[in-house]
Structure formats: C-alpha cells, structure tokens
C-alpha cells in the first residue's frame, strides 16, 4: 500500500495533537487513508468542483478528498481540538483547503464555495441526518450540491435507499429519491473507525437530479408523506384523515386505493395525490 501523501499517518496525527476520540463529538475516526481515499473516489471527478466537508477530525478523507484532486475542500470542524492537524494539512496543499471552526448546523458554508460544489462526510449521524434533511428540502431546486457522499449508520442508508414494501421505507427514502438517485457504494463493518461504533456503516452516494422525478409541491408533499407514515400501519383513508373533505376521491384519483398502507405506497402516487391537494 503507497501512503497517498507525505503527511505523517493519522494515528500518530492524533497522538501528537492530543485528538482523544470524544463520545458526546460523535467522533468515530477513520486512520485507514487508503480508505478515506476511496471514499473520496465515490464522489466521482473532483477536479472541477469546491467539495464541503462536515466533521474533519484528524482529517483522513480531507486528505483523501484532496489527494484525489478536490479543487477545494472547505471543512467545517466543530472541535477546535483538530485545528492544528488540519492546519498541518493545508501547509501541504497550499491555497487548497480552508477551514472553519464552529457548529455545521449554524454555519452557511455557501459565502466560501464556489459551484459546481460536492458534499462528502463522515459525521455524527444525528447529525448527518438532519444535515440530509435540510440539503434535500431547499425551496428552490436544483440544490447548491451536485452531490453528497455521506456515511450514514447502515440501517439509516438502508432507509434512504428503501423501496415500497419493505420495512425501511418512509418518510427519508420518498424526500431522497424524489429530488436525487441515492445509491449505497460502501458497506463498512465497525472495526475500520477508532473506536469502533457498535453497529455497522455504509457510505450513501445522492446526485442531485435536474429537477424532481415527478411534479409536487415541495411542502404538501412532506405535508402528507409525513402524515401518512406518522402512523404507517393504518389504512391511508385512516392516516390521512382530515388532510382534505374529500379524502377517499383524491386517493382514487391519485391512483391509491383508500384501504392501502403508506409502506406500499410509491413516489409517483404519493406525488399525484401532492398535487391535486395542492393549496391554491
Ligand atoms: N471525518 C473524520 C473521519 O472520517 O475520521 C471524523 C469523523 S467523526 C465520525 C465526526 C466528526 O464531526 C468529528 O470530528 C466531530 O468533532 C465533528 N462534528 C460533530 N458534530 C459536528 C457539528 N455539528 N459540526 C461540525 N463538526 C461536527
């Protein structure tokens, strides 16, 4: 294996910088730089694109991100522990990565990117799924991503990937699939972080699709997508009670029938009967 830079391996990175992995931080690294890089690769071409990094750490796949020719890597870190690691690593790519210290969920990383922009992260998954949330519901779409490479705790992938029918599909997999074509690239087994999480990972790779697969409002349908799978087991005529007077024609019209479940529910449906609930 060729070290894919002349940075010292991170785990003597978090040695001398004193980075001791903190629970309450989320913070399960990753010391395997032939995998951070890889990771990197799932963004696709990055030569062209500025690509937001959430969560850095000790850095590994902002080194990937950057070894495989990211334009710039903006990183935003909210433990000031890491700065001085991720300070070694803009001295070695001069003018390349740009760091801000502070809260992702505070901060608008759009002032410091320039498009075409890439989202790739190995965050806290409270985190990271509220993160998915907000980048898949902006009012206007196309989003300001192209992308986003996410590692997500596998069984929360699994419900962004999530098909009708089965038990994983709700509310996230219909706001990924409408806007975006999320795939899972990598499946990850504890023992690959420092420490090792107690449950498995898998990275999420969306692109952005030009512009919904299927006409909605964005608001009505999270609207009743929420309504409906706020309470999955019951027949939608039940689940969606109240929505409009006229409940039961609209899901006939939407092709729904009114005894169906949310869970078997498609997005081309869900998006039909958005639309002719539509408010005025
Ligand atoms: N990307 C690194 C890696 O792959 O080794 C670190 C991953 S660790 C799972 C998550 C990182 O996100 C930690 O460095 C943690 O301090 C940082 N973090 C947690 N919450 C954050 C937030 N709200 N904003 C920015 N960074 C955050």
């Not at 502070?102 to 410091?112: H, N, Q, R, V």
């Not at 075409?116 to 965050?123: H, R, S, Y």
């Not at 929420?226 to 999955?232: D, S």
């Amino acid at each position: 294996m060729s070290a894919i830079d002349d940075l010292p391996p991170l785990s003597q990175v978090i040695e001398t910088h004193g980075i001791a992995a903190k629970k309450a931080l989320g913070q399960n690294f990753l010391l395997d730089l032939n995998l951070t890089a890889k990771i990197a690769r799932m963004a696709g071409d990055l030569s062209q694109c500025d690509v937001l990094e959430v969560g850095p750490g000790p850095g590994g796949l902002t080194r990937g991100l950057l070894a495989e020719g990211a334009r710039k890597v903006l990183a935003i870190e909210k433990d000031a522990r890491c700065l001085p690691a991720l300070a070694e690593i803009a001295a070695a790519y001069p003018g390349r990565l740009e760091v801000i210290s502070g809260d992702a969920l505070e901060i608008d990383p759009l002032a410091y990117l320039t498009p075409p922009i890439k989202v790739a992260a190995n965050l806290p998954y409270n985190v990271g799924t509220e993160l998915l949330i907000r980048w898949l519901t902006p009012t206007d779409w196309p989003p300001f991503w192209q992308s986003l490479t996410l590692m997500f705790q596998k069984e929360v992938a699994e419900r962004i990937v999530a098909q009708p029918g089965s038990k994983a599909y709700g509310r996230l997999a219909l706001l990924a699939q409408w806007r975006a074509d999320p795939r899972i690239v990598l499946n990850l087994p504890p023992g690959v972080f420092s420490p090792p999480p107690k449950v498995s990972s898998a990275v999420v790779h969306l692109t952005a699709l030009p512009e919904p697969r299927f006409p909605a409002d964005a608001a009505t349908l999270e609207r009743v997508v929420a309504k409906a799978f706020n309470q999955r087991r019951k027949m939608l005529r039940a689940a969606l009670k109240g929505l409009v007077p006229d409940l039961e024609d609209h899901l006939i019209a939407a092709g729904i029938k009114p005894t169906d479940r949310a869970e078997t529910v498609g997005l081309e449906q869900f998006c039909a009967l958005a639309q002719l609930i539509k408010p005025v």
